[in-house]
């Protein structure tokens, strides 16, 4: 929905809201106009039922406002007496209409002064959860956003079982623009294996559906930094369409809200107004190679020639610290390790059970029809790849039919243009045009693991508008194959920071430290004033 559109639906909902509470305001002092006015009628509702005015602020907070609805609902019928059991059901299952009946049938009058306090054990208990959950979804969705590492793309820097908190407002936190959702619960809802948004199950009829079409248009807050080159920033994959994350689909998006996309994690190796190539498996940006952090350590995949019969690959990985898949390939007992370090290499190459060690590297000019842009014109592959120039907003560049395979999923998916190609004109939004402007940033997104990484060589450009926020602290990690749990927590990373120079600092033992000084400072004060 545009602007206008959410302006209309707004009004909408006042005019419904003043014709079903106008005789409860009469009822409680107020004038019956006080009941249509947008925006005040919140203000003084909440006089009404004597809560203060800045939950005005949470009605307007998408996701949380579907929460404090049903709180406010209840909140009126109990400012009139209407305190059982069946009355807040009704409250709640009416959608509000429930006001109705207490506006124009039921002989309610207003209780001034009410205790807040909950008549009821049970009560209490579902005014402290609901409002655990508002003040967990607030944090999540504007500030500090749980995430746990999936896959091994950015492998020595973050591991598969890492648990991080990923900051909203570093780059911004972007006001979400699925406004019907579950609170908490990015796209699926566990046990149940459902969506978490109310969506269409037919991905032609998606777009048409009356519920998708409540989407907020894109909306940032503020951020105090930009992102920069070799950033580890999470994002929402554009390739997740629904019908197949993995293949993708460059002519088509099945219709799937941007804030509900997979979140990735990946190291932004260009920023807009970057020109970036792959040479051999390296990035170089503007023509000069990109230079990783310390932290950070580039992965390629090899095929190994044992001298003897006593290899044993599992211990060569278990010594070189290779956490990612190896197997035997052949009969001449050659082994493939899908993710071997630079600072491995050397080891390996220099164990006296080596007898060969060779690259599994892609030809330059052999194309790879699942590299972008998927286009017979570019014969790029995973090793090498461009150059291409990341768009910056405000850019413009000169397009024609061989450059149109680039940019074309940014012209029109992402910056919601129609684009069609007649002959040798390029017509967009029914104007033939040479050049485009571009209406964002672009960001090009790798793992380290440049050989085990599903990352933009695939998909291709990540708008900003796609940015959900940068991995900041690493408050556990989870090692699946360790044996017992002294093996199985990664205890030296708990409690680090993802960025910085040289190996990670754990702050574990200081935050025990103050934990137990916070709680002997509690009970010494409870047991004082006993």
Not at 354 to 381: L, T
Request: one cysteine or more; glycine letters at 6%; charged letters at 20%.
């Amino acid at each position: 929905m545009t602007l206008i559109q959410w302006f209309i639906f707004i009004m909408i909902i006042q005019v419904i809201h003043g014709l079903g509470t106008w005789k409860l305001y009469t009822k409680a002092g107020r004038q019956a106009w006080e009941a249509f006015v947008p925006f005040y009628n919140g203000v003084v509702l909440m006089k009404i039922i004597n809560r203060p005015a800045w939950w005005i602020i949470l009605l307007f907070l998408p996701v949380v406002n579907i929460i404090m609805f049903a709180v406010v609902w209840v909140e009126t019928a109990r400012s009139f007496g209407k305190n059982s059991y069946v009355d807040t059901f009704l409250a709640v299952i009416s959608l509000g209409f429930y006001n109705y009946y207490l506006n124009y049938v039921a002989q309610v009058a207003h209780v001034k002064g009410r205790s807040l306090k909950p008549k009821s054990s049970s009560g209490e208990w579902t005014s402290s959860i609901l409002f655990a959950i508002v003040a967990a979804t607030i944090v999540h969705t504007y500030f500090l956003q749980p995430f746990t590492i999936p896959s091994s793309s950015l492998e020595k820097s973050l591991l598969v079982g890492d648990f991080l908190f990923v900051s909203k407002f570093h780059y911004g936190a972007r006001v979400p623009m699925t406004t019907i959702g579950a609170p908490m619960v990015h796209d699926t809802l566990p046990v149940i294996n459902k969506k978490s948004y109310a969506f269409n199950d037919n991905y032609k009829e998606r777009k048409t559906s009356w519920i998708n079409k409540l989407q907020l248009p894109y909306l940032r807050l503020p951020g105090f930094e930009k992102i920069e080159r070799n950033d580890i920033v999470v994002f929402n994959q554009p390739a997740d369409t629904l019908l197949d994350m993995n293949n993708f689909h460059p002519d088509r998006n099945y219709y799937k809200p941007i804030d509900k996309k997979t979140n990735l994690v990946k190291r932004c190796v260009a920023i807009a107004g970057d020109t970036m190539e792959v040479r051999n498996g390296y990035v170089y940006i503007n023509g000069k190679q990109n230079i990783l952090p310390d932290r950070a350590h580039l992965q390629f995949s090899y095929y190994i020639q044992p001298r003897t019969n006593r290899f044993n690959p599992q211990v060569m990985a278990n010594r070189y610290d290779i956490t990612d898949d190896f197997g035997i390939i052949n009969k001449e007992n050659t082994y493939y390790f899908s993710a071997i370090s630079d600072e491995a290499l050397d080891k390996f190459e220099n164990h006296p059970n080596v007898a060969g060690i060779r690259p599994n590297k892609a030809e330059k000019g052999v194309r790879d029809s699942n590299i972008f842009p998927h286009d017979p014109r570019y014969n790029w592959n995973i090793d090498f790849f461009g150059p291409l120039y990341i768009p910056k907003k405000g850019a413009t560049i000169a397009i024609n039919l061989d450059v149109l395979p680039l940019y074309k999923r940014a012209i029109t998916e992402y910056e919601g243009n129609n684009l069609e190609v007649k002959g040798n004109q390029i017509l967009i939004n029914g104007k033939a045009e040479s050049t485009y402007t571009f209406k964002q940033d672009y960001y090009w997104m790798m793992g380290d693991n440049r050989h085990n990484s599903l990352d933009a060589r695939a998909w291709g450009l990540v708008p900003f508008d796609h940015v959900v926020g940068k991995p900041v602290f690493i408050w556990m990690s989870w090692n699946s194959f360790g044996k017992g749990i002294k093996n199985k927590i990664r205890w030296e990373r708990l409690f680090t920071t993802v960025k910085g120079e040289g190996k990670a600092t754990s702050f574990f033992i200081p935050f025990l430290v103050l934990l137990f000084i916070y709680l002997g400072y509690n009970t010494w004060k409870s047991r004082k004033n006993a």
